[in-house]
Every structure is written in structure tokens, then in C-alpha cells.
């Protein structure tokens, strides 16, 4: 794995790469190796390997024995696997090397000569008399001449030993491999310590730290990045940084600010009582009871306070609304003028047919009108329309009319909605307004309870309680006054015609009669002879011949 560098990386001095610039450059020759990456563009000084030259071969060019004898120095390690040392044959084959100190040891490579390395034990051991007492690194397993492996677990101990039980072996190169201080690797150590303590050299195969990770990161090899957590070891959880976005690994803070309903540094904070929002810049609405709202939305808990209304409470009632979350409905204001939209009060007052605070209580039966402040009228049938105060299809009471029914009936009329005429009462006086009856009887020649009968043939005067007197040809007389407007019949006089004159008798009134009759028919005759006669005396003077005229003559004397 190649090196990456970071933004905390600088400019290291000669001879040393990366964080901090506590990584040591181990190119050949000594040259210098990229400040960053530690990459030797020489290649690496001998002993060592791997891309950034960090893995180091602990026995290069180091002496080791082969079956008690001293070889020569460096015939095994010397990196020249041409160069091989059998052990004496017939025996027990045996390497070991002598490490100067105690190391751990875990990674390691084999060059045999022509023979294959199965069945080769490889053992670390703190004494050089003997590798009885030492501690099995593993056996080895391959059929080939040359192999890299690792111990089946570390060892830690001054000498290392190769043993093939009654069997000769020849070695021609063995490296034990370690990391520069700084990084690690099972094999190729290529990690960076990631330690807590940063001059804390890590474990270099594990690459643990006695001082746990540095801030950032986390695991067994503090090198897992922290994932939505922060800080030493990763054990803090990031706040509710903007769109969901991780914090810094190392502090916890949100680079692009809090997500709604968040604040503070780490956005680990709630917005404060009254906000909302990304970084809470929104103020809450008009929420009940002063109660906060949601921080992440702005909805209120409990809802909003009267006059307002809307998930966020930032919206005030429409017309005809109010109360909290302006749940309710105006009463009947009048004129639909509204009703005050915290408490639901009709300024203007009630419209027709309702009453009360909130215009919502209907006008007791006989009240009518803008706050019920009417009084219905006289209904046949009550109670009366409590919006307009009309009496509706029964109309009103004997003697009332109008559409409310509040008007008495004028002159001369009575009876339900004064529909009626009064007959003729005496002395002109007003009927009774709900009969029709005259208080004080009839004007003369009226009669009946409502004086709207005329005097029966012969009777006359008040109530009709005069009798007529005899009229001409027996009509009846003048109901009001009784007076004969012809006259009276033949033999009686009188104002009334109720006087009887003396001396009468019928033959005698006859005679006049009969004489008036013939002397018109006498008279009709002579008129008639008349005519023909004068008809007859033309006719006869037409047929007479006449002489005419001497036209001649005429002339001669108008000349002279």
C-alpha cells in the first residue's frame, strides 16, 4: 500500500518523510527519499525493502552456525542466495543465529539448496546451549527449496534456530524481517502507527498502541477512519452536521454547519427555545402556550395560540375563523363583518334571528331580529320568523297587519290582516278591528252585526226599525232617508207617503187613466189621416200638365 499524504504533512529536513516528519528514510546510497511519500527513487539501502524502503532484514550480513560451527559471516545472510552451508550429514541438521538481543520475531524467508524445506521446525529461544528449551516459531510445510511464512504467532526471544531432526540441511539465505520504528506489517510494512502519544512507537506487527489511537481513528491497528464518530479511539458519535454530511474525524466538528433543529461546534446542541432550523436562524411561530416548537421543522408541540393556525403557527386566522389553531367558526356576525380572531367576539353584533357573546344562541320564541332586539308581532300562528319577524303563510291576528304584523288595521277595515272593509257604522265610528262589529249599530238604512246589509224591501232608518210608506207602483223607498223617490202611490201623501188622502175611491181614480189613454189614441188616428191626405194631394199636382214658357217673348221684352 503506497503512502498518501495528508494535509498535516510539511516539508521534512533530509533523511526523513511525513507526519510530523518522524519517519526516516532508508534509500540507497543514503539518498534522500520524497519529504511526503518516502518513496526512494534510488531504491532501498541494502537490507532493506518494501515501497517506502521501512521493512528491515534484522540478520543481514549477521554470522550463524550450522550445526555448532561458526560459518563464514554473511554465507547465509549476505542476500546472495548463491552462496549455501550444508549441515553434517547424518546427523541432526541445525542453523542458528544470534540477534544480539531480544527481538520479536514473525516474519520470515527461506533459500534452501536443492532440497525441500518440509518438516524444517524454526525455533526462538533466549538461550544458545540448546533449542530444546526454546519456543516452536511453526514447522514448516512446502515441498519447495524456498518459501516466506510467518510464525504462528510472535515470538520474542535473542537467538533463532532452524532444526530438521535426523536429516542434514543446507541453507543458502534466511531473512527475519521487522518494521522501521513508525509503521508495521504482518509482511510488508507498509502501515503507519496511528498511536494516541504521537512519538509512541507502535506495535511493528499489530501496529497497537499502549496509548490507543489517535483522534480520528480506531481498531486493534488504529487504522479504521472514524465513521460518523470522532475523536480518541472513535468512541464520540458526530452531531447532526448539515445534509447528513460526517464531522471532522478528529475534533467532531461540522464543516458546512448543524442540520435543522442543531447547534454548537459539534451540532450536538439543540436550538435554543424559540429557534428552529439549519443552525436554528428560524424563530418559532405563535405556538400555545409560549410551548417551543420542533427544532427540526418548526412545528409546535402542542399547537398554536388563538389567532393563529398552520403547522409552524406563522399564519393568522382567514375570516370566519378563531381560536387556538383557529379551529373554530365564527358565530353569525352581522353583515358578515367577522368575528375578533382571538376570543370569537361579534364586535358589530349579532345578523337577524341570533344572539348572544358569540352570536351563536338562536332568539327565544317571540324575538326577532339583529340580536334578538325585536318583539314579533301578532301572528295567527306564533312564533314569528325569528330573522325578519314575518308571521309567514298564517299571516296575522284579527284586526293587525304588515309584514310583521306590528300595525293595527286603519280606518274602516278589520279581520285578519285587515283584509275586510267595516260596514256602516253610526255616526262613522271605527268597527271593532278584529269582527267587524259597529259599536254604537248602524248609519240608517244598515242593518246586521257589521252593518254591511242595506234595509230590507220596506224598511228604512237606523237598524232599519222604520217601515216605508206606500211609493209609486209599490217600490220601496229610500233606505236611509224612507223618502219616496217617485213619488207615492195613488191615494196617499206625505212626506213618507204613510198618509192616506180623503174621499178616494178606485173608480174615481181610474176614470183619468183611461181618459189620457184614448185621447192619445184619438189624437194618434187624426195624425195618420193627415199624412195621407197631404201625401196623396202631391201625387195628383205632378201629373197636372203645365204651358211652357215663351222663351221668345221673354227675350223680346228684356231687350225693350
Not at 238 to 261: I, K, L, P
Not at 354 to 383: I, S
Amino acid at each position: 500500500m503506497a503512502w498518501r499524504a495528508t494535509l498535516e504533512e510539511r516539508r521534512c529536513a533530509n533523511g526523513h518523510f511525513g507526519q510530523n516528519c518522524i519517519f526516516q528514510c532508508h534509500c540507497f546510497k543514503n539518498a534522500n527519499c520524497d519529504d511526503v511519500t518516502g518513496r526512494c527513487s534510488s531504491g532501498c539501502a541494502e537490507g532493506w525493502s518494501g515501497e517506502t524502503c521501512q521493512r528491515r532484514n534484522i540478520v543481514f550480513n549477521m554470522p550463524a552456525s550450522v550445526s555448532g560451527n561458526i560459518a563464514e559471516r554473511g554465507v547465509t545472510t549476505d542476500g546472495d542466495v548463491t552462496t549455501c552451508i550444508t549441515s553434517r550429514p547424518n546427523r541432526t541438521g541445525r542453523w542458528m543465529i544470534d540477534l544480539q538481543v531480544k527481538q520479536t520475531v514473525y516474519s520470515m524467508r527461506i533459500r534452501a539448496g536443492n532440497v525441500s524445506v518440509r518438516t524444517w521446525g524454526l525455533y526462538v529461544s533466549d538461550f544458545q546451549d540448546s533449542l530444546f528449551w526454546s519456543v516452536p516459531c511453526t514447522m514448516l510445510r512446502y515441498d519447495s527449496n524456498e518459501t516466506s511464512f510467518t510464525c504462528d504467532k510472535p515470538v520474542a526471544g535473542r537467538y533463532v534456530g532452524i532444526m530438521n531432526l535426523h536429516k542434514p540441511i543446507t541453507v543458502c539465505e534466511v531473512e527475519i524481517f521487522t518494521c522501521a520504528d513508525y509503521t508495521f506489517g504482518k509482511e510488508d510494512c507498509n502501515s503507519r502507527c496511528r498511536c494516541f502519544e504521537t512519538l509512541e512507537v507502535c506495535d511493528h506487527v499489530f501496529g497497537t498502541c499502549t496509548s490507543g489511537c489517535q483522534r480520528g481513528y480506531a481498531g486493534s491497528d488504529c487504522q479504521q477512519a472514524c465513521n460518523g464518530t470522532y475523536g480518541r479511539n472513535c468512541v464520540h458519535r458526530c452531531g447532526r452536521c448539515r445534509g447528513g454530511e460526517a464531522c471532522d474525524t478528529s475534533t467532531g466538528e461540522c464543516r458546512n454547519g448543524c442540520g435543522t433543529g442543531w447547534a454548537g461546534p459539534t451540532c450536538h446542541a439543540k436550538c435554543p427555545i424559540g429557534t428552529y432550523g439549519e443552525n436554528c436562524s428560524e424563530t418559532c411561530g405563535h405556538c400555545l402556550e409560549g410551548t417551543s416548537c420542533f427544532p427540526t421543522n418548526g412545528t409546535c408541540v402542542k399547537g398554536c395560540a388563538s389567532r393563529w393556525k398552520g403547522p409552524k403557527c406563522d399564519r393568522s386566522c382567514d375570516f370566519g375563523e378563531y381560536g387556538e389553531n383557529c379551529a373554530i367558526s365564527c358565530g353569525h356576525c352581522i353583515s358578515n363583518t367577522g368575528c375578533d380572531s382571538q376570543h370569537g367576539r361579534c364586535v358589530a353584533g349579532c345578523e337577524p334571528g341570533w344572539e348572544g357573546v358569540f352570536c351563536t344562541v338562536e332568539c327565544m320564541p317571540g324575538r326577532y331580529g339583529p340580536d334578538c332586539n325585536k318583539t314579533c308581532g301578532k301572528c295567527l300562528h306564533p312564533p314569528c320568523d325569528r330573522h325578519n319577524g314575518s308571521c309567514g303563510t298564517g299571516g296575522c291576528l284579527q284586526g293587525w297587519s304588515g309584514a310583521t304584523c306590528h300595525h293595527s288595521c286603519d280606518m274602516s277595515y278589520y279581520g285578519a290582516n285587515c283584509d275586510f272593509k267595516c260596514g256602516h257604522c253610526a255616526d262613522a265610528a271605527q268597527c271593532d278591528p278584529t269582527n267587524g262589529t259597529c259599536p254604537f249599530g248602524c248609519e240608517p238604512g244598515w242593518h246586521g252585526g257589521k252593518c254591511d246589509h242595506t234595509c230590507l224591501d220596506g224598511t228604512w232608518g237606523e237598524n232599519c226599525s222604520e217601515t216605508c210608506g206606500l211609493c209609486h207602483r209599490n217600490e220601496a223607498c229610500n233606505p236611509a232617508t224612507g223618502l219616496c223617490d217617485d213619488g207615492c202611490f195613488v191615494g196617499y201623501s206625505g212626506t213618507y207617503c204613510n198618509v192616506e188622502k180623503e174621499f178616494f175611491d178606485l173608480s174615481s181614480a181610474l176614470v183619468m187613466p183611461v181618459m189620457v189613454v184614448s185621447a192619445t189614441i184619438v189624437f194618434c188616428n187624426l195624425c195618420l189621416l193627415f199624412t195621407c191626405l197631404v201625401f196623396k194631394w202631391r201625387r195628383d199636382e205632378k201629373q197636372i200638365p203645365r204651358p211652357r214658357p215663351n222663351t221668345e217673348a221673354l227675350l223680346n221684352l228684356e231687350a225693350e
